[in-house]
Structure formats: structure tokens, C-alpha cells
């Protein structure tokens, strides 16, 4: 669940681009980097590393980071080993000069075209399926980079958006399902800026254009005034990722022209009308089911309380590349508030249980803190198959719910009740107006 960003035309491009990238900093934080270019050397410059935006990139930096084109990313591993080989952006020579690239996504038949290509006699890098495609454009005998790309990208299958940038172009990929975000906007600074979430379009004083379409090519270059477009694909099957709704976009971003923070909203409020529990309030599990705990509230009758406290110095548990990790920052993460706790019946909103660590660790320091009672509400369905589509949840075993059952999960977390919403409630939550990728949900791996 990487994030990508593209600024082009701009004099401080690195720099917005770090800024993009720190306002997507939800979407990974094991490393992050940044390629830049577009000056008279005709050179591209790459800094990168792992940690944090603010880790990374200093004033000096920016010295180094020329140019009026950059890109970035912020990596969240899928495929690819936690290591600074399998850093993004990936620069590369080749014979018509210089290249790098950003991947948000992942590639179901990377495997295939990487064997592929080492039969071929390619040399790898990295572990990450983003070098197949430096690999492919490379080995391609079209003359033009725009050739390349087309015959590269109609060779791979998956989830991707790719921002590809050469000496004075950038260009800009979207898979012919739209299942990962990237969004248009007008930089008013001057130049224009693509990015996997709106939400970093109004810290870089960016207007919003308009989503990357399904299957669709993008191309800004000083040589056009205009952005040109290609269709990569005539059989488009817009299916954009209800998680990005549930769990992992910022709730100020707007996606297909939905508001996430409303529609997890609607999320509670659907959950709210499923229920009859009788509790003393409503608190949600920081900050990922705050909006839901919130329409939960509205929809109930029952106070909202921040009854859980977030230390936000700690990173999201969920993307921790190991499990002892993930027990570890939970406990430094949340904090449950006693004085108001104590003797509460507690209805608890969370928006997703994907191995149950954090909802078992949650409901163990509610009872320490004094709980009565504590009925666990989740405003999304029972996850019970793993996402090849760019969600760590590489295999069933790690799926609380695709190994036991509602009832085993309740007693295995340790709460009084338990409910989730159904699929059909997620539909009406998010809209049905779109043929949603609900893979994690109904194991319909659409992709062949």
C-alpha cells in the first residue's frame, strides 16, 4: 500500500514532493525516497533510505535533488525484502539514457517475468517485482520510451500505478482495474502533481483535476502544453480497493469522488443499526475507527468518548514487517483512559481484525483498566482471504477469520460480543455504484 507522488514543471519539485510524501506517510514507513531531474545535464539524482520522511530528506539534501521533474515513495512492503536494495524510487541507464520509477501495487505474475528474464540474461538488484518493469523497458527495441513502456506494462498482471520518469518527461500508469488510488492536481505554484491520495494536494497548494483513469497513460512534457493521454486497454474493468475506503487512505482524501471520512461513517452507522447491545458509550480504536465510532454514536444514541489514547510518535502496527513488532507497538501505541473506563459497559469500534493482535491486546488493557463490559464492533466483514493486490496478508494462516469462527475470534480476543459488517453492508456503506475489489472479503481474485 505504497504512496507515489509526481511533481512536473515545478523549480522545487524534491521539495514538494517530500512534502506529499510526508502527508502520505500513513501509507509506509520503512523507507522512502526521492528522484529528481529535468535540469540542462539532462541528469536524474536519487536520494533514498529507510525510515521516515523526515529521516531522509534534510535542506542539504534538496541541493542534490535538481530539477523541475521529481517523483517519490514511500514503501510499505508487499513483495521484496525489508532492506535498502528494495528502496523505491529504482534508477536505471540504458540505451536511451536514464530512467526511474515509483510502484504503488503489486504484481501477480512477477515471478514469471522475472525467470523470464534472467533466462534472458538480466541482473537483478533487488527482490522487488518494480525492477521487472526497469528490466523489460530496457530489453525493448522500440525507439521511443513511450513505445517502451506500452509493450513493457501490457506484459505484467496485478495492481499497479507506476510514475516513471526520464531526463525531461514524466509518465504516468494506471492498471486497467484503477485498484490502487492516483489523482491529478494543479500545482498553483506552477507544474502539476500526481499522487495516490488527495490528501497532500492541499499542503502543496494543489487544485484537484482528476483521477488517473483505469488503463490510462499519462505523459507531461515541455514539448506539449497539454497532458497527453493513451488507452493502454480496451477491456477496462474499474474495480477500485474497498480497503482504501475501510483502513488504509487518510479520511480527508477523496477517492472516486467519495469522501473517505463519510463513508467509514457510514460504516458505524450501519453497524449501529444491526445492534441492540446496551452500553454507557462508544469508543473507537485510534484513529483508523474514529470516524466509524463516530457514526456508530450518531446512529445509536450512545456518547462517543476517546476512551483509548494514541501515542502517534509510533507507527501504524498493522504494516510492521514482523509479528513480535506488531505485539510490541501496539502496547507503546494505545493506552486506555481507567477514570473513564472503570465499571463501563464499552461498545468498542475498530475498523478491520486481520490476525487479531491488536483487538486481543486492546480488550486485555480495557479489562485491566476496568471494564464491565466490552462488545467489539467492526465496521468492515470478516477478512478471510489474503490480498495479492498490494495487503500484507500473504497467506490464510495469518487470518484470524479464515481459521476460526465468529464465535472462536469473540472468545479468542476476549470481548463480550462480537459483530462485523456483512458485504452487502459494506456495498451500501461505500456505494454500488462501482464493482469494488473485495478480494480480502469474498476471495474473488478477479485478476487471471
Do not use: W
Not at 474493468?237 to 461513517?265: H, M, N, Q, W
Not at 481484525?353 to 466490552?374: F, Q
Not at 453492508?425 to 480480502?440: F, M, T
Amino acid at each position: 500500500m505504497c504512496a507515489i507522488v509526481g511533481i512536473y514543471g515545478n523549480n522545487d519539485a524534491s521539495k514538494l514532493a517530500s512534502v506529499a510524501l510526508f502527508a502520505m506517510q500513513h501509507r509506509g514507513h520503512e523507507a522512502c525516497g526521492i528522484s529528481s531531474g529535468g535540469d540542462d545535464d539532462k541528469k536524474i539524482y536519487t536520494i533514498k533510505g529507510r525510515g521516515y520522511v523526515r529521516d531522509i530528506f534534510s535542506e542539504e539534501s534538496f541541493d542534490t535533488l535538481k530539477g523541475n521533474i521529481a517523483i517519490g515513495h514511500n514503501r510499505y512492503s508487499t513483495a521484496g525484502k525489508d532492506s535498502t536494495f528494495d528502496t523505491q524510487p529504482i534508477q536505471a541507464k540504458y540505451k536511451l539514457g536514464e530512467i526511474s520509477i515509483v510502484h504503488n501495487g503489486n504484481l501477480i505474475n512477477k515471478n514469471y517475468v522475472r525467470q523470464r528474464l534472467i533466462e534472458e540474461g538480466s541482473i537483478f538488484q533487488t527482490s522487488m517485482d518494480t525492477e521487472n518493469l526497469i528490466h523489460l523497458i530496457a530489453k525493448s527495441s522500440e525507439n521511443k520510451l513511450k513505445d517502451r513502456i506500452i509493450k513493457s506494462t501490457k506484459k505484467l498482471k496485478g495492481a499497479y500505478n507506476f510514475i516513471i520518469q526520464s531526463r525531461s518527461k514524466l509518465f504516468i500508469v494506471r492498471d486497467k482495474y484503477g485498484i490502487r488510488p492516483l489523482s491529478i492536481g494543479k500545482l498553483k505554484s506552477g507544474g502539476y502533481i500526481v499522487a495516490s491520495e488527495t490528501c497532500c494536494f492541499d499542503i502543496v497548494d494543489a487544485t484537484f483535476i482528476r483521477e488517473v483513469k483505469p488503463g490510462e497513460m499519462l505523459i507531461f512534457s515541455s514539448k506539449n502544453d497539454d497532458i497527453e493521454s493513451y488507452e493502454l486497454f480496451k477491456d477496462i474493468d474499474y474495480r477500485p480497493c474497498a480497503f482504501e475506503y475501510i483502513y488504509f487512505a487518510r479520511p480527508d482524501s477523496i477517492i472516486d469522488g467519495k469522501l473517505v471520512y463519510k463513508t467509514r461513517e457510514a460504516m458505524g452507522r450501519l453497524l449501529a443499526n444491526k445492534s441492540n447491545t446496551k452500553a454507557d458509550m462508544v469508543i473507537p480504536v485510534p484513529d483508523s475507527g474514529v470516524p466509524a465510532a463516530l457514526g456508530y454514536s450518531k446512529q445509536s444514541g450512545l456518547p462517543f468518548e476517546l476512551g483509548i489514547i494514541r501515542n502517534h510518535y509510533v507507527g501504524r502496527t498493522f504494516i510492521e514487517p514482523t509479528q513480535n513488532m506488531r505485539n510490541i507497538r501496539v502496547k507503546m501505541k494505545l493506552s486506555p483512559m481507567k477514570s473513564l473506563i472503570k465499571g463501563k459497559k464499552i461498545v468498542v469500534v475498530d475498523d478491520s481484525i486481520v490476525r487479531g493482535t491488536t483487538s486481543k491486546t486492546i480488550v486485555a488493557m480495557l479489562r485491566c483498566a476496568g471494564a464491565k463490559e466490552i462488545h467489539f464492533k467492526v465496521a468492515s466483514p470478516m477478512i478471510k482471504y489474503p490480498c495479492f493486490y498490494g495487503i500484507d496478508t500473504p497467506t490464510k494462516e495469518e487470518l484470524i477469520n479464515a481459521t476460526k469462527t465468529k464465535d472462536e475470534v469473540c472468545r479468542y480476543i476476549g470481548a463480550d460480543s462480537l459483530s462485523y459488517l456483512s458485504i452487502d453492508e459494506l456495498k451500501d456503506a461505500i456505494g454500488r455504484e462501482r464493482n469494488y475489489s473485495l478480494v480480502s472479503f469474498d476471495g474473488n481474485y478477479f485478476i487471471k
